[in-house]
């Protein structure tokens, strides 16, 4: 028995920081991907990135010989491996940005299709609830039932029920 109570249990919720430290979460992942992608799809990432080319080549351009850090001469080999990194990385977070999305649209359009169903159900029981209302009122009147028939049906069934509603009332007043 005490062995049982030194275990983790399988029927209560562990610790909170026991659990996030044992399994990353995935969604902190995505959101950082999709940050990514944001970030890198902005006119002010180009422009930064542009200014650091410039800087770069400038620098390794115009600076002493004893300063430089990549030779123009072999075409700026470490800024091509730099740009070919970055690019080898922003790819696939792109990818992982859009699967993403991918996913939350499927969600969305599955939801939005329930929707439409429950709508189109609502909408054919009231037709149906109307053409069983015209139908009562036609064999109860003997003769065809149009809008403005149905509208006072409608309200003397309202003033019908708002009479019998009050009556309770005031015999309840009366006691």
């Known amino acids: 028995m005490a062995r049982a109570s030194r275990t983790a249990r399988l029927d209560t919720p562990g610790t909170r920081g026991a659990t996030r430290a044992q399994a990353p979460s995935r969604d902190r992942f995505g959101r950082f991907t999709e940050w990514v992608a944001r970030a890198m799809g902005t006119p002010a990432f180009l422009v930064i990135l542009t200014l650091f080319c410039l800087a770069w080549i400038v620098w ?3 600076m002493p010989r004893h300063l430089r850090f990549d030779d123009a001469a072999l075409g700026f080999t470490a800024l091509t491996l730099m740009l070919s990194l970055q690019a080898s990385y922003a790819a696939p977070l ?10 939350r649209d499927r969600v969305q359009i ?3 299709r329930q929707r439409a169903e429950r709508n189109l159900a609502d909408t054919e029981y009231l037709a149906r609830e109307i053409v069983a209302l015209r139908m009562a009122l036609e064999e109860r009147s003997n003769q065809q039932v149009t809008r403005d028939v149905l509208r006072q049906e409608l309200k003397a069934l309202l003033a019908e029920r708002g009479d019998d509603e009050g009556a309770p009332e005031n015999s309840h007043d009366a006691r």
Do not use: H, P, S
């Not at 792109?94 to 996913?103: F, G, H, P, V």
């Open 60 to 62: 390794n351009t115009l």
């Open 94 to 103: 792109i990818l992982l940005a859009q699967n993403r999305q991918d996913d």
């Open 110 to 112: 599955e939801q939005d």
